[in-house]
């Protein structure tokens, strides 16, 4: 008789980092751009949404845009910063 020995070999899955996407207050653009913006770069933005985040920031310098995983973060800070905005990103904890 022979005994066979199975091994299992289990995979642990860590959980991403996530990081936020910050939008920080600024004097050049109109506010009607920056809700556009925010809706063309974040596409799971809606415009009640876009409307909220842009005027946290313009009242209180900063806003949460969205978290997500690092490399979706910086994608969207990026794309903030192209159209002009300034977006940072920081870890979530």
Excluded: W
Excluded at 50 to 60: E, G, L, Q, R, S
Excluded at 78 to 84: A, D, H, R, T, V
């Amino acid at each position: 008789m022979s005994t066979e020995t199975i091994e299992r070999t289990s995979t642990v899955r860590k959980i991403a980092p996530r990081y936020r996407v910050l939008l920080h207050n600024d004097d050049y653009n109109s506010m009607e751009y920056v809700v556009q913006s925010l809706m063309e770069v974040v596409n799971s933005v809606t415009q009640p949404q876009a409307v909220d985040i842009m005027m946290a920031a313009h009242n209180d310098g900063c806003a949460l845009v969205i978290t997500c995983v690092q490399e979706h973060a910086e994608f969207y800070s990026e794309g903030l910063n192209s159209k002009g905005l300034i977006s940072t990103i920081e870890p979530e904890d």
